[in-house]
């Protein structure tokens, strides 16, 4: 996949777009189940890892949390700045575009062989950027041609029912409509973690993980 820049965004009403929030507020509020809380917990060692690095998603059957959380954003961004491409780790919906900025005084050349994000090498001088589609849900791993050591990973995913754990390990999921799901715990040196869960309207769930 070659390297582009991304389209132009599409420029909506501001009244269109607050009616059609309004609209699905009213629409998804009542049938939502409590929230869902939990924490990670990581093997001991004398490096633990930072559990703020992990991303907590959910998966389900059919095409409900597509219709429900179609997209957190259409873009998002790396930068490789002071010998590092930051942030390390990042997360994004299939179909958004990735933003790969050089704030250095020289030039970078990322590129990707995974499967999510496959791209080939590009320069990108300073103050400049190029974009590629994240196209495929998995685990796009991006490095620099010119600089050993400088990546980051970026997380794709179907949908937009996910979050991030802060550093004791703890998190909350986005409100989820009743039903069957499977829990994820995905970190980037840790590995991932699933755990099969049913919501309903009785009552809050608390759960947790272990690496």
Same mark, same amino acid.
């Given at each position: 996949?070659?390297?582009?820049?991304?389209?132009?965004?599409?420029?909506?009403?501001?009244?269109?777009?607050?009616?059609?929030?309004?609209?699905?507020?009213?629409?998804?509020?009542?049938?939502?189940?409590?929230?869902?809380?939990?924490?990670?917990?990581?093997?001991?060692?004398?490096?633990?890892?930072?559990?703020? %690095?992990?991303?907590?998603?959910?998966?389900? #059957?059919? @095409? /409900? !949390?597509?219709?429900?959380?179609?997209? &957190?954003? =259409?873009?998002?961004?790396?930068?490789?700045?002071?010998?590092?491409?930051?942030?390390?780790?990042?997360?994004?919906?299939?179909?958004?575009?990735?933003?790969?900025?050089?704030?250095?005084?020289?030039?970078?050349?990322?590129?990707?062989?995974?499967?999510?994000?496959?791209?080939?090498?590009?320069?990108?001088?300073?103050?400049?950027?190029?974009?590629?589609?994240?196209?495929?849900?998995?685990?796009?791993?991006?490095?620099? %041609?010119?600089?050993?050591?400088?990546?980051? #990973?970026? @997380? /794709? !995913?179907?949908?937009?029912?996910?979050? &991030?754990? =802060?550093?004791?390990?703890?998190?909350?999921?986005?409100?989820?409509?009743?039903?069957?799901?499977?829990?994820?715990?995905?970190?980037?040196?840790?590995?991932?973690?699933?755990?099969?869960?049913?919501?309903?309207?009785?009552?809050?769930?608390?759960?947790?993980?272990?690496?």
């Amino acid at each position: 996949m070659d390297m582009d820049r991304p389209p132009a965004r599409p420029r909506l009403r501001a009244r269109s777009v607050w009616l059609m929030a309004l609209g699905l507020l009213a629409t998804s509020c009542a049938a939502m189940a409590p929230p869902v809380t939990g924490y990670l917990v990581s093997r001991g060692g004398s490096r633990p890892e930072r559990l703020d %690095q992990a991303v907590v998603y959910v998966e389900s #059957e059919g @095409l /409900v !949390l597509d219709r429900r959380f179609p997209a &957190r954003a =259409d873009r998002t961004s790396l930068t490789f700045v002071g010998g590092a491409l930051e942030p390390a780790v990042l997360v994004a919906k299939a179909g958004t575009w990735l933003e790969i900025w050089n704030s250095d005084s020289v030039f970078h050349q990322p590129f990707s062989r995974s499967r999510a994000a496959p791209f080939p090498g590009r320069s990108v001088g300073p103050r400049a950027a190029a974009a590629v589609q994240l196209r495929s849900k998995g685990v796009a791993q991006i490095y620099c %041609q010119l600089h050993e050591g400088e990546s980051a #990973e970026v @997380l /794709v !995913l179907p949908n937009g029912a996910w979050t &991030r754990p =802060d550093s004791s390990g703890a998190f909350t999921l986005p409100p989820l409509p009743p039903g069957h799901y499977v829990l994820h715990a995905w970190h980037p040196r840790l590995g991932e973690r699933t755990l099969p869960v049913e919501l309903d309207r009785s009552g809050s769930k608390s759960l947790k993980l272990r690496f």
